[in-house]
C-alpha cells in the first residue's frame, strides 16, 4: 500500500522561474494538505483541497503561490517567479473522509533551493 | 481557536532514561491531538492520536501520551529512551470543524549514549 508520494525530492531553480511541487495521495484519500518548513521551524499550513475544490487557503501567500487537485492526477503546488525565501521544505499530506479526527499522513516532501 | 505549544524546542536524555516531551493545547472544544515523529530529510510519521476513548494512548515505538483536560496537555512519554529515537516530535491538534491540523514548533530529542 503505497504511503504518500512527492516528487521531486530535491528542486533547484533560478530566481523568477517557476516551481512545481507533485503530491499523490494515499489509495482512497481524498483531501491533501500542503505544509511548508523552514530550519527550526515548525509545520506552516498552506492550503486544504479536496478533488476539484479548495477548501481552506488561508496559508497560502496571496501572489505567486496556487494549488490544485484536479479530478484525475496529482495535487501541484505552484510556485511562480520563486525568490530566495521560497526555499524551505514543502510537505504534503492526505486523509481519508472522515473527519477531523482522521490522522494527517505525510510524504516526504520537496527540499526547494532557490539560487 | 485551535493552537499547540510545546515547551522546550530542544530536549537531551540518556539513553535509557525517561523521555518527556510537553504539549499543551488551547482549545474550545475538546479537540482531537496527535504527536508526530520526523527524522532527517523524512516526513512526518503518525506516533499516536487521542480521540477521546481512552485519555492513556498508546502509540508506535513504546511511546504513549495522556490527555489531561484539567491541565490542557498531552504530553508524550516513553519510559526507556533509545538511541533511535532521536528525532524531531511534533504536536498537532486538529480543527474540529474541517480538515486542518495545528502544529507545534517542534522539539528536538537527543538521546546521550
Known amino acids: 500500500n503505497a504511503g504518500v508520494m512527492q516528487n521531486p525530492r530535491h528542486l533547484v531553480r533560478r530566481r523568477g522561474q517557476e516551481a512545481r511541487l507533485r503530491c499523490s495521495p494515499m489509495?482512497?484519500?481524498?483531501?491533501v494538505y500542503w505544509y511548508r518548513q523552514l530550519p527550526e521551524e515548525g509545520l506552516k499550513f498552506m492550503v486544504y483541497?479536496?478533488?476539484?475544490?479548495?477548501?481552506?487557503e488561508s496559508g497560502m501567500p496571496k501572489e505567486r503561490f496556487s494549488a490544485e487537485f484536479p479530478k484525475e492526477g496529482p495535487s501541484i503546488l505552484r510556485i511562480q517567479q520563486v525568490v530566495r525565501g521560497d526555499s524551505a521544505a514543502y510537505f504534503c499530506?492526505?486523509?481519508?473522509?472522515?473527519?477531523?479526527?482522521?490522522?494527517?499522513?505525510f510524504g516526504d516532501g520537496t527540499r526547494l533551493s532557490i539560487l | 481557536a485551535q493552537s499547540v505549544t510545546q515547551l522546550g524546542s530542544h530536549v537531551s536524555v540518556s539513553e535509557g532514561a525517561l523521555v518527556l516531551l510537553r504539549c499543551n493545547y488551547s482549545?474550545?472544544?475538546?479537540?482531537?491531538l496527535f504527536w508526530y515523529v520526523q527524522y532527517p530529510n523524512q516526513g512526518l510519521q503518525l506516533l499516536l492520536k487521542?480521540?477521546?476513548?481512552?485519555?492513556l494512548v498508546k502509540g508506535i515505538n513504546g511511546f504513549e501520551a495522556e490527555f489531561k483536560k484539567s491541565e490542557t496537555s498531552f504530553h508524550l512519554t516513553k519510559p526507556s529512551a533509545h538511541m533511535s529515537d532521536a528525532a524531531e516530535y511534533f504536536c498537532?491538534?486538529?480543527?474540529?470543524?474541517?480538515?486542518?491540523?495545528?502544529f507545534g514548533t517542534g522539539t528536538s530529542l537527543t538521546v546521550i549514549p
Open positions: 499530506a492526505s486523509s481519508p473522509p472522515g473527519g477531523p479526527n482522521q490522522p494527517q499522513h
Open positions: 489509495k482512497g484519500h481524498s483531501h
Open positions: 483541497l479536496q478533488k476539484e475544490n479548495i477548501i481552506d
Open positions: 482549545s474550545s472544544v475538546p479537540p482531537y
Open positions: 487521542y480521540t477521546s476513548a481512552a485519555t
Open positions: 498537532a491538534v486538529s480543527k474540529n470543524t474541517g480538515n486542518q491540523f495545528y
